[in-house]
């Protein structure tokens, strides 16, 4: 048989910090259809997925075309809701698996790309890319310390410290992560650690269970939408966006 890449979308309504935001409309269209559509502009993909415990999220895929697995709704993270779904959609070993988290509006093909190809030439089991920034104690976003191309901590903290000196861009945690299923089954296989609680990031289980995470530089500009303000701004930005404009909004509104 030969290998997949599959792209695997973990959505549940119950975010708290923005109630119900896989289906608030962007530009016309829920956010989690924005995120399937451009995920399956990305060269090399042969499946696109949204894996979720919800009829609302359902019915509204199948509405645009999209296709879902259906998960448990008492999976505490979405790492546990793709594992499920490539276990029930029988992926392999050999098969690369990318979580694509359900905020990223403004995810772009070609990252996705990346990520399948990196973790395809290399062998870590996760593959967590990473952009540089100077947005400075916002603990929404998840940055990282690495060595070479392995991570060695994520943090909702600005690191690392520059103490008593000028503060330098920070590498933050991107939601479009590469995973062989080996490493899927890890994490599934513990309970959360220590330091993935104290966190509150999910892949912070890997670290202590000491499997390495790979990392590379994505240039560019992202945009998780975790709260009220980021969806404002989503709202706006999805008004200019090429992607959208040029290629998704022509066959789906």
């Not at 708290?16 to 502009?41: C, E, F, N, T, Y």
């Not at 060269?43 to 919800?54: I, N």
């Not at 990223?104 to 990196?118: C, K, M, S």
């Not at 995973?179 to 899927?184: C, H, I, K, M, V």
């Given at each position: ?21 896989p ?6 269209l ?11 502009l ?47 959609m ?37 593959v967590?890319?990473?952009q ?12 990282m310390?690495?060595?070479g191309?392995r ?6 903290s ?30 599934v ?18 670290i202590?269970?000491g ?19 980021d ?23």
């Amino acid at each position: 048989m030969s290998t997949q890449t599959v792209v695997l979308i973990p959505a549940r309504m119950e975010s708290a910090r923005l109630p119900d935001k896989p289906l608030k409309k962007i530009a016309g269209l829920p956010m989690i259809v924005h995120v399937a559509k451009r995920s399956q502009l990305a060269t090399g993909v042969d499946r696109v997925v949204v894996c979720t415990d919800s009829p609302e999220i359902l019915m509204v895929c199948e509405k645009y075309g999209v296709d879902v697995c259906m998960t448990k709704s008492s999976h505490r993270n979405g790492t546990e809701r793709i594992a499920e779904a490539a276990e029930v959609m029988g992926l392999s070993d050999d098969d690369i698996i990318i979580d694509v988290q359900g905020d990223e509006a403004f995810v772009l093909p070609e990252y996705i790309q990346e990520v399948a190809d990196f973790t395809r030439s290399t062998g870590y089991e996760c593959v967590v890319p990473h952009q540089m920034i100077d947005e400075y104690g916002n603990l929404n976003r998840v940055k990282m310390v690495s060595h070479g191309d392995r991570v060695i901590y994520f943090s909702r903290s600005d690191i690392p410290c520059y103490f008593g000196d000028i503060r330098q861009p920070m590498k933050k945690h991107l939601s479009i992560i590469g995973f062989r299923l080996s490493g899927l089954k890890k994490f599934v296989a513990s309970e959360p650690t220590p330091l993935e609680n104290i966190e509150r990031v999910e892949l912070m289980r890997l670290i202590e269970l000491g499997v390495a995470i790979g990392t590379f530089r994505q240039d560019g500009v992202s945009l998780s939408v975790d709260t009220v303000e980021d969806y404002t701004l989503a709202c706006r930005m999805m008004e200019r966006d090429k992607v959208f404009l040029e290629l998704i909004k022509p066959s789906v509104l």
